[in-house]
C-alpha cells in the first residue's frame, strides 16, 4: 500500500505507510490518502462479520499498513484494544435497543470521548515507528473543543 498526496504530492514517488505516519498533512499541504482502495470479496467480508474487534481492526488494517510486520502490527494492536483501556473486551460494545435499532458505545476509552478509539492506536503507532526508527517527535497540540483532550492524552 502507498500514499499520495490529495494535492498531488507523491504522485511520482507514492509514500509507504510509515513515511507518512508520522508528517501530519503531506509537504503541498494535502492529505495523505491509499494510491488506491483495497477491495474486500464477498466472501472475504462474510469472514470479518463474526470477528471481535481486535482481529477485525488487525484484518482492515493490514490492508493499509504492510511496511510494518504482521506480527508487530498484530502486537500493537492487541496492546491497543484492551478491556483495561476500553472497559470492555468488546472494545465498541453494541446495546440493542429493538430489533432492528442498534447503540454503538465509542465513548469507552480513557478520555471517554470517541477519538480514543482511533488516538489510542495512533499513539501506539507513533511509537513503534519512532523506536525502530531511533527518533524522537514533540507533539505540540491546542483545542479548544471537549473532545480535544483525548488527542492530547
Do not use: W
Amino acid at each position: 500500500m502507498r500514499y499520495v498526496s490529495t494535492r498531488g504530492a507523491f504522485a511520482d514517488s507514492p509514500q509507504p505507510f510509515c513515511a507518512i505516519l508520522l508528517e501530519g498533512l503531506a509537504p503541498d499541504g494535502g492529505l495523505a490518502v491509499p494510491q488506491a482502495y483495497p477491495r474486500f470479496t464477498a466472501a472475504e467480508l462474510e469472514a470479518l462479520r463474526p470477528m471481535g474487534y481486535r482481529d477485525l481492526a488487525f484484518a482492515i488494517l493490514s490492508r493499509f499498513i504492510d511496511d510494518i510486520p504482521p506480527a508487530d502490527l498484530r502486537r500493537i494492536v492487541d496492546a491497543t484494544y484492551t478491556r483495561d483501556v476500553f472497559g470492555s473486551d468488546a472494545i465498541t460494545p453494541l446495546s440493542t435497543l429493538e430489533p432492528g435499532l442498534h447503540l454503538l458505545h465509542v465513548s469507552n476509552g480513557p478520555t471517554l470521548a470517541f477519538k480514543d478509539i482511533a488516538l489510542q492506536l495512533l499513539g501506539n503507532l507513533f511509537e513503534y515507528v519512532l523506536a525502530r526508527d531511533g527518533r524522537t517527535i514533540n507533539i505540540l497540540g491546542a483545542t479548544s473543543g471537549d473532545t480535544g483532550s483525548s488527542a492530547e492524552y
